[in-house]
């Protein structure tokens, strides 16, 4: 049984949304304006899927001389 959007992101994205195996791989992490995704792979039933990221803000700014 597949996972759910919302189990998945409740297990960080640590488990395939198809096995549940852990045995995932991901390729480094592209981006586009306010987007940024990688491609992953389970390494255990072969399923792949796009993890997705979105720009929420910024923390921790440390000002510079002006």
Do not use: H
Not at 24 to 31: L, M
Request: net charge negative.
């Amino acid at each position: 049984m597949s996972a759910t959007q919302q189990e998945y992101l409740e297990n960080n994205g640590n488990a395939c949304p198809n096995c549940d195996s852990q045995e995932i791989s991901a390729s480094v992490v592209e981006f586009d304006d306010t987007t940024a995704w990688r491609e992953v792979v389970c390494d255990e039933c072969g399923s792949t899927w796009a993890d997705v990221y979105q720009l929420q803000g910024y923390e921790d700014l440390e000002k510079g001389d002006e």
